[in-house]
C-alpha cells in the first residue's frame, strides 16, 4: 500500500471502466430467461438509455479533457485513452449482444404472438390502415431535409431517430441514374416508436415507426420522379456537458439557461448506424456531423435507440410483466391522528416503493394547512410532471406559511424543468434558493418549523412521485432536536455559505463529512486491532472516491470484514492479496432501481446507522452539499439492518462486482431461491398483516422466510 499522500498506485478501476460493467449487468437481466418477456424488452431500453447519457456526459468529458490544452494534464492523458480504447471495445462487445438479444427476443414475442413486423411483411388490410395513418396523421410530421442544401446538422436533435435515405432518379438528358441523400427525423414524441396495427384474432401485430416511413417513401416524394428508395436507421449521441456562461454579471438562472441552449448544439460523439447503409451515405453524414478522430463510430444492425423499448406496447399482456407490487399502506401513519404528532412522538420512516410515498405528501399537506406550522424548508432536485409537492409547497404559501425551497438547477437534464418549476412557485409567493455557486445540492431534506417542536424529513432519494414507484430509497422522519437543529443549519449555509457551521451528529459536506468517514473507518481498524467487533456494511450506489477506497484497503488489511452492495460505479478490486480478501461487493438488478445508501458500522459493538444522499464519489464528499444523518431509533435500525441482511441473501438478481467485468451471478449453497425486493415487499407486507391483528391476536410474531445463510459480517 502506500503513503496517504500517494494514494494512485493501489488497485483501482476507473471510473468509467466500472460503470460499462454495471450496464452490461442490465444486459444480462434481459438475457435471463426466468425474468418476464417483456421485462426483458424493458432492460434492453434500459440498457440503451443509459449508454446514450454515458456518451452524452461521461465519454464527451473525456473526450474534452483529451483535446484540452492545459499542460498539467499531460499526465493524465495516457490513462484517458486507454480507457477511451477500453470503453470503446466493450461497448463494440456488448453492442454485438444487443444485436443478438434483441433479435431472440423478437422471436420470443413471436411465440406469444406478439409479431413485430417489417414493411414487407405487411397484409392488404395492414397496407390499408398504414396508407390511412399517413394521410390523416403522419404527412405533416415527416419533412425530410436533402443533405446538398444543410452544410452541417448542428441543429438536429440528438434525442431522435432518424432515418438516413438514398434516392434514385434516371437523368434522361445524361442518361444516367443519380443519387441524393436526405434524411427524416422521425416524429416519435408525437406518435410513439411502436404503431399497434388492426389485430387478426390473438395475434397482435406491431410495427416501428421507422417502418411505416420506409413504406410511405413513396408518398413522402411524390411527384419527384425517383424510382428507388434506401433508407437506413441512423443516430448520433452529442457532448452533453453544457458550457456554462463565465460572466460573473449573469445571474445563476441565466447561466443554467444558456448552458441548456448550448447542450442542443453540443459536437457530436458518437453515430451509430444500420450497418448495410452504402460507403457515400456514411460519408455524408458524418461529414455533415463533423465527427472526429476519437469520436465513437458503431455498425449495427436495422433499428436503433431502443431506449424506446422502455415503451413497449405490453399488448394486454399483463402475464408477461412483472406481477403488480402496489405501495403498501402503513397502518400506524393511516390513522386519523396527525402525521405531524406521530412523527413528534417517535422517528418514522417510509422504504419507497415498498411504502406510498403520498405519506410525505402528507406530511407538507399538513403543514400547509396546520395553524400550528410557521415555516416549511425543502430541497428540490428533481421534480415529477404534475408534482404534488409542489402543489402542497404552493398551498403553504398561500395559507401564509413562509416557504424556501432551494432548487437545484445542475440536475442533469432536468435544468429546464426545474426552472419552469422555480418560477412558478415564485410567482406563489414561495422563496426560491438556487444554491451555491459552484456546489450542487444533492441532499434530500425538509424542515417544518412548528409551535410543538420542529421535525425533519431526510431521504436517501429524490423527493419525486414518479421516482418513488421505481427507486428503492429510505426516508427518515424525525423530531429528534439536535438532528432537526442541524438540517436547519444546513439551510442557513447553503443560504449563506460564508458563514462556518459545525455538525456535531449530522455529517455534511463539504463540511466534514469526509473527515468523519475516514474517522468512523479509522475507528473499525482500532477496534479490530483491540480485539472489538469491527465490521462495516454499506449499501449505496458508487464508490469511486481513492482516498475512501485506501482506507477501506487499510482496514480490510488488518481484519476488518467490509461488506457493501453497490448497484453502479465500484472502483474497488476485491480479492487482492493482502490488500482487499475481507472486502466482499455485491450488486442487485431487479425490477426496482436500488439508489437507498445506508450504512452500519460495527463501533466495538454498539452499532453505528447512518442514511442519506451521499455515495462515497469525490463529487460527493466536495462538491455538494450531502447529509447524512444518523439513525438512533431502534426500531428503524433493525429495519436497515433487516434490509441490508436481505440484499446479502440474495441468490436471484445479484452479481459478484470485483472488478475484473466477469460479472458472474452471486450464489450460494441454499437450495432456497431468495430474492430480496420480492422478500422485502412481502416482509412489510406481513408486518402490516400482524400489525392490523394485533389487537385481535395480541401473541403473533413475524416470522420472516428462512434465510439461506449466515451474514458474512457476523
Avoid at 80 to 91: S, V
Avoid at 422 to 435: C, L
Amino acid at each position: 500500500m502506500k503513503s496517504k499522500n500517494n494514494i494512485q498506485f493501489f488497485p483501482y478501476l476507473e471510473r468509467d471502466i466500472s460503470w460499462m460493467y454495471f450496464n452490461h449487468r442490465i444486459l444480462l437481466e434481459a438475457q435471463k430467461q426466468s425474468n418476464p418477456l417483456l421485462e426483458r424488452v424493458n432492460f434492453l431500453g434500459i440498457y440503451s438509455n443509459n449508454l446514450d447519457e454515458f456518451f452524452r456526459v461521461r465519454v464527451a468529458l473525456l473526450n474534452r479533457l483529451l483535446e484540452c490544452p492545459d499542460k498539467t494534464l499531460k499526465k493524465d492523458k495516457n490513462n484517458i485513452l486507454h480507457t477511451l480504447k477500453e470503453i470503446n471495445r466493450l461497448n463494440d462487445q456488448f453492442s454485438e449482444i444487443f444485436e443478438k438479444e434483441f433479435i431472440h427476443l423478437l422471436g420470443e414475442l413471436k411465440k406469444e404472438n406478439i409479431h413485430v413486423i417489417n414493411e414487407e411483411e405487411l397484409n392488404n388490410s395492414q397496407k390499408e390502415y398504414i396508407f390511412s395513418f399517413y394521410k390523416s396523421k403522419l404527412s405533416s410530421s415527416t419533412i425530410p431535409l436533402f443533405l446538398t442544401s444543410q452544410k452541417t446538422l448542428v441543429n438536429e436533435t440528438d434525442s431522435n431517430i432518424y432515418l438516413a435515405i438514398r434516392l434514385t432518379k434516371w437523368n434522361k438528358q445524361r442518361k444516367k441514374e443519380e443519387k441524393e441523400f436526405a434524411i427524416i427525423e422521425l416524429p416519435v414524441q408525437e406518435f410513439g416508436r411502436f404503431i399497434c396495427l388492426p389485430s387478426v384474432g390473438r395475434k397482435k401485430s406491431l410495427i416501428f415507426l421507422d417502418d411505416i416511413v420506409r413504406f410511405c417513401l413513396p408518398l413522402i416524394f411524390v411527384g419527384m420522379d425517383y424510382s428507388h428508395y434506401e433508407a437506413y436507421s441512423f443516430k448520433f449521441t452529442r457532448d452533453a456537458a453544457m458550457e456554462l456562461d463565465p460572466d460573473l454579471r449573469s445571474s445563476v438562472v441565466q447561466k443554467i439557461g444558456k448552458g441548456v441552449k448550448s447542450r442542443k448544439k453540443g459536437e457530436p460523439i458518437r453515430f451509430v448506424h444500420d450497418d448495410r447503409m452504402p460507403k457515400d451515405l456514411v460519408k455524408q453524414l458524418t461529414e455533415k456531423l463533423s465527427l472526429k478522430k476519437n469520436d465513437v463510430r458503431v455498425a449495427g444492425g436495422r433499428y436503433h435507440n431502443l431506449k424506446d423499448l422502455m415503451s413497449f406496447p405490453d399488448c394486454t399482456r399483463k402475464d408477461l410483466k412483472y406481477i403488480p407490487q402496489p405501495p403498501l399502506l402503513k397502518p400506524e401513519l393511516t390513522k386519523r391522528e396527525s402525521i405531524l404528532h406521530q412523527i413528534r412522538r417517535k422517528d418514522r420512516f417510509l422504504h419507497f416503493p415498498y411504502h406510498n410515498f403520498d405519506y410525505y405528501i402528507r406530511v407538507l399537506r399538513e403543514a400547509a394547512i396546520s395553524k400550528e406550522v410557521r415555516s416549511i424548508k425543502t430541497t428540490v432536485y428533481r421534480l415529477a410532471d404534475d408534482s404534488k409537492i409542489v402543489k402542497a409547497l404552493i398551498g403553504a404559501a398561500k395559507n401564509g406559511k413562509k416557504v424556501t425551497v432551494v432548487v437545484e438547477l445542475l440536475a442533469r437534464f432536468d435544468e429546464a424543468s426545474n426552472i419552469n418549476w422555480a418560477k412558478k412557485m415564485e410567482d406563489a409567493g414561495i422563496q426560491v434558493i438556487f444554491g451555491v455557486e459552484g456546489l450542487k445540492i444533492h441532499s434530500k431534506i425538509t424542515h417544518i418549523t412548528t409551535i410543538y417542536g420542529n421535525i425533519a424529513c431526510i431521504s436517501t432519494g429524490n423527493f419525486h412521485e414518479g421516482n418513488a414507484r421505481a427507486y428503492t430509497d429510505y426516508m427518515l422522519m424525525t423530531a429528534n432536536r439536535p438532528i432537526v437543529k442541524e438540517i436547519e443549519d444546513v439551510f442557513k449555509f447553503i443560504e449563506k455559505p460564508y458563514l462556518l457551521f459545525t455538525f456535531k451528529k449530522l455529517l455534511v459536506s463539504p463540511n466534514g463529512m469526509r473527515k468523519k468517514l475516514i474517522q468512523l473507518i479509522n475507528k473499525e481498524i482500532k477496534n479490530k486491532e483491540s480485539g472489538k467487533p469491527a465490521y462495516i456494511l454499506t449499501k449505496l450506489n458508487h464508490v469511486t472516491d481513492k482516498e475512501i477506497i485506501e482506507k477501506l484497503y487499510e482496514a480490510s488489511k488488518v481484519g476488518v470484514n467490509i461488506t457493501m452492495i453497490i448497484r453502479g460505479n465500484c472502483s474497488i478490486k476485491t480479492n487482492v492479496h493482502e490488500i482487499s480478501e475481507n472486502i466482499h461487493i455485491k450488486c442487485i438488478i431487479d425490477r426496482y432501481l436500488e439508489h437507498s445508501r445506508l450504512f452500519i458500522f460495527a463501533n466495538g459493538g454498539d452499532e453505528q446507522y447512518y442514511m442519506g444522499s451521499a455515495d462515497w464519489m469525490t463529487r460527493n464528499l466536495d462538491y455538494r452539499v450531502e447529509v447524512l444523518t444518523p439513525v438512533y431509533d431502534k426500531d428503524i435500525q433493525a429495519d436497515i439492518k433487516q434490509v441490508i441482511e436481505f440484499g446479502l441473501w440474495d441468490n436471484v438478481q445479484s452479481y459478484i462486482v470485483d472488478g475484473t467485468g466477469e460479472n458472474k451471478r452471486w450464489t450460494n449453497d441454499s437450495p432456497i431461491a431468495f430474492r430480496s425486493q420480492e422478500e422485502i415487499y412481502n416482509y412489510y407486507k406481513q408486518s402490516i398483516e400482524l400489525e392490523l391483528q394485533k389487537e385481535e391476536e395480541p401473541t403473533l410474531s413475524l416470522q420472516p422466510k428462512p434465510l439461506p445463510q449466515e451474514p458474512s459480517h457476523k
